[in-house]
């Protein structure tokens, strides 16, 4: 392939998915939905127009990171804080009730309830996989909708930090069956030091952003000082910590929330994430999708594990929130922006593949639980969140008592 092949690919993509996101608006769904569709139509599985590059790869990646940097800069700190102890109930149920459910179905299927099975710990892979969030699709459907710093939006925001540090958790002990270099205990330390570690650097960035203010008032500089230091965060937190990078991007994108220039900073940075970054990332979930693999004997298994992927993200969300008092429709609005698996569950797929506990005639099924996941999220997003909606569960339950 000529190196400059990547520039018709990248002008294929930024045009179809704008096109298919305004027919998506038209339709009354989110944006996003189309430059997912767009991914689909363009990709290998579909016109062929597109292949997977490297390039689209690394822009993708900065495309997610762009995106919960925006996420973290827009975060309304108080209601993150008022509903701390409601994202830690929230994740955990959003996290255990999914992984029993793919294990459940996995074993039924392959008979993985005999831990002497081979199939056993393949079965407990994929519910691994099933405990993975991804909310940038739900960040970009909430800002499109104006709540993101709902409370349903920062609580789903906070779940899916702690959501993150679970599914490491998780992962580092079944790597750790494969593996004995891990060790769990190392792992959850490391998680421990990166959260105290930020603090510090929050308030060193904080004191050294204003002294930039106020001594060189040049606002210009600021946003690139700003996206350096989430693209460092990035790298420490997934090198040195083994916390993934999107979680550092968000982090960084608070930290930056309580400096002066926070909105000046958040308006360069929607410029460059809504035109050009977050367009390629959306497309790119399409461009990856390969159907091969499909057969009868899988078709019903996959039907399940999609319908059951949804079914426990929303059930063990909704019950977390209910335990904490939030209304109906907020609870039902926390399960289901928890919904989608995006790339992460296809990072954790990928790494049950080089571990060997995930055979590769189990990826069909996944991949097709990850497309559903992804679109479905920010349909029922909006539907959720559309004044009917609104007209008929009327928000009267405050979060308090257990998660206050």
């Not at 690919?9 to 998915?17: D, E, P, R």
């Not at 609870?331 to 590769?360: D, Y």
């Not at 639980?369 to 569960?393: A, E, G, Y």
Request: with cysteine.
């Amino acid at each position: 392939m000529d190196n400059y092949e990547i520039l018709k690919f990248l002008a294929i993509i930024l045009l179809s998915t704008k096109l298919l996101g305004l027919l998506s608006r038209k339709l009354g769904m989110p944006d996003v939905v189309g430059a997912i569709l767009a991914g689909l139509l363009i990709g290998p599985s579909m016109l062929g127009w597109v292949s997977q590059h490297e390039v689209i790869n690394i822009l993708a990646q900065l495309g997610v990171i762009t995106l919960m940097y925006t996420a973290g800069l827009e975060t309304d700190l108080k209601e993150m804080k008022k509903n701390g102890v409601a994202c830690i109930v929230i994740a955990s149920f959003g996290v255990l009730i999914p992984f029993f459910a793919g294990y459940i179905v996995s074993a039924f299927f392959f008979d993985g309830f005999n831990i002497y099975s081979s199939f056993f710990w393949e079965c407990i892979f994929i519910g691994v996989i099933l405990t993975a969030t991804s909310v940038s699709i739900t960040v970009e459907t909430l800002k499109e909708l104006g709540k993101l710093n709902s409370k349903a939006g920062t609580t789903i925001l906070g779940a899916a930090i702690v959501d993150d540090i679970l599914g490491i958790i998780m992962l580092t002990v079944v790597s750790g069956i494969e593996n004995s270099d891990v060790q769990i205990s190392i792992m959850v330390s490391k998680i421990f030091l990166f959260f105290i570690f930020c603090g510090v650097v929050g308030i060193i960035f904080n004191y050294l952003f204003k002294y930039i203010c106020q001594k060189r008032g040049c606002k210009k500089r600021l946003v690139v000082y700003g996206f350096a230091f989430c693209l460092a965060m990035c790298y420490i937190a997934e090198h040195y910590f083994g916390v993934a990078d999107i979680t550092g991007a968000y982090v960084a994108g608070i930290i930056v929330k309580n400096t002066y220039s926070c909105s000046y900073i958040l308006e360069r940075m929607e410029i460059l994430s809504f035109s050009f970054l977050s367009p390629i990332f959306f497309a790119s979930i399409g461009i990856k999708v390969t159907l091969d693999g499909f057969s009868n004997d899988i078709i019903w298994f996959s039907v399940l594990l999609v319908v059951l992927a949804i079914l426990s993200k929303i059930g063990g969300c909704w019950l977390g929130a209910k335990l904490c008092h939030f209304s109906n429709k907020d609870a039902l609005q926390v399960g289901t922006g928890m919904i989608s698996r995006g790339e992460v569950a296809l990072i954790v797929a990928n790494k049950g593949s080089q571990l060997g506990v995930l055979p590769s005639i189990l990826f069909a099924p996944i991949v097709l639980m990850i497309i559903v996941t992804t679109l479905i999220t920010p349909i029922l997003l909006k539907i959720l969140n559309s004044p009917r909606f609104d007209k008929n569960n009327e928000d009267t339950a405050k979060p308090e008592a257990l998660c206050n």
